[in-house]
């Protein structure tokens, strides 16, 4: 197994910036009418998919649960043209 780079500790002004990045982010989906923070969590989850990151995976997984997303609709990301109540 290959050892993953310490991103904080290679770029800690860039991840400062993602993390102010995810902050405002959920603000926003938070105060939409129209997009939930479990919405944003499958974005995420799904980025992670295509990046095919399985520690990415893992968290944001575990944070789409901890919105509320159901375990079928979070299959369902990789298949998501496909799935009506994903769209």
Known sequence: MTARANYIGLAPKAMQILMNQEAYLREQFRASDTLSTAAWELVKLRVSQINQCAFCIDMHSKDATA???TPERML????WHDMPFLV
């Open 76 to 79: 369902g990301l990789s298949a």
């Open 67 to 69: 919105q509320g997303e």
